[in-house]
């Protein structure tokens, strides 16, 4: 049963609440918040988002009541509408969700003008949703988001994997393995750096060991992937 005014309803189908997380989506599903003042637009996204799935989906019927309830939502995505009642209009909440990164915004809106459009984009909206919401849509435009920012969490994942497998490498296997990836056999690496092919040899396995790979493409793949999560780290601090 969904609750009016500023009351927030939260369910999680399947799952005990106990073990809800509010602070990241959950492996299964996600957590979706919607922000739509009007209770039967809100009551019928609820049902088709929250329909045949694990998922936790909390709904408020204002910006205000949302700010009140959540004021450290963590990682969630949110549906509202540009036009609120209250205090907080959907401008200011775009302008206040702006800096969190884990917060993926669709805003819902009418007869917006252009500028009001760009606002929306400009934002950090992910999209704008025509309203009033047919429910079918939005379901759609959901699970489309929960699969990107599972597809997200993956990579992440890997890079991460990555980097910890290849951590434990010694200055001079690190040397081995960039020669490996400019196609370099053992007998060419040995010459490069001055050491016997044996040597490589050795090193090699043990790369091969630190690393849990079963063969050079493998390992390269790894050593790619490590890359780019290192390249991305840089980008973000500036470096």
Known sequence: MLHSGAEA????????????HRDAMSDTGGHIHLILPDATERAACFRAIAAGTTRVVRSFASADAWLEAEPDPGEAILLFRWRQPGTVSGAALLDRIAPCPGLVAFVAADRLSIAESRAVLRGGA?????APLDPRLVRRTIDAALSDWHAQRRAVAAHRDAEARLAALTPRERDILESL??????????RQLDLSPRTVEVHRANIMRRAGAANVAELLRLAFIAEQAQAGFSIRNGA
């Open 181 to 190: 990836a400019a196609g370099l056999g053992n007998k060419a690496i040995a």
């Open 126 to 130: 992910h999209d704008l949703l025509p």
């Open 9 to 20: 309803e939260a369910i999680a189908l399947g799952l005990a609440c106990g073990l809800r």
